[in-house]
């Protein structure tokens, strides 16, 4: 089975411009999550999203956004870039049985650096 | 919300030392434990897990222990090799519908050889 895989690797934006991250994940999955790693804060939870819809959300300001396609694909994109949004964009999918259970499998990540 | 702590920040033995790395969590609602295993470079990767209806897990050179009434967990790694180098995430998971674990900061590991 193929893993989660996130486009692009890396990327180098300037501020002010928009970036959209994407986020295939593995065959069955249906919940999509996203994560921002920094050095200072760890893995601070973005939002989550199931069957299309946006179920969680993390505490990120209204730059942020997300959605899910029908095939479970999802993307993430930022507006109006600022410099402390420089950071490694994880997703992580997860297969949900009926009880909520279900091990999450990260993507390599985006590094985005935005200068 | 929930709220994990994770102690030391760094953690430095020489092989074949053991490692402890501790966490706590403040939502007693939480079910789930996963520790995962970051290497530099890498991605995050499950390496165990433990739920609340468990006291103590095991997995070779790895355990992981709960304490429901104190609300922490411990990753227990024994015969510590330089390949365990890595900086290692707890995490907590309320009981319900969907996914959303809430990570500690993270411990780097060093093994010294």
């Known amino acids: 089975k193929a893993g989660v895989t996130q486009t692009p690797r890396y990327l180098i934006k300037t501020r002010g411009q928009q970036v959209t991250l994407s986020c295939s994940p593995i065959s069955g999955h249906r919940s999509v999550s996203w994560y921002q790693q920094t050095p200072g804060q760890g893995l601070q939870f973005l939002f989550e999203y199931f069957s299309e819809t946006q179920r969680n959300k993390g505490n990120f300001p209204g730059r942020f956004s997300g959605r899910q396609f029908s095939n479970s694909r999802s993307e993430m994109n930022v507006s109006t870039l600022e410099l402390g949004d420089s950071a490694l964009y994880l997703c992580a999918s997860s297969w949900l049985g009926t009880s909520g259970e279900g091990e999450q499998y990260f993507g390599p990540g985006t590094r985005l650096t935005v200068t | ?113």
């Open chain 2, 1 to 113: 919300g929930e709220n994990v702590e994770q102690h030391p920040s760094t953690l430095s033995v020489q092989e074949g030392d053991s490692a402890v790395i501790k966490c706590t969590y403040s939502d007693s609602a939480s079910n789930y434990f996963p520790w995962y295993k970051q290497e530099l470079g890498k991605r995050p990767q499950l390496i165990i897990d433990i739920r609340s209806n468990v006291g103590e897990k095991k997995d070779q050179r790895i355990a992981v222990t709960l304490n429901k009434t104190a609300k922490h967990f411990s990753l227990h790694i024994t015969e510590t090799q330089p390949e365990d180098s890595a900086v290692y995430f707890c995490a907590a998971k309320v009981g319900g519908g969907s996914y959303i674990p809430t990570f500690g900061r993270g411990t780097s590991l060093i093994v010294h050889p």
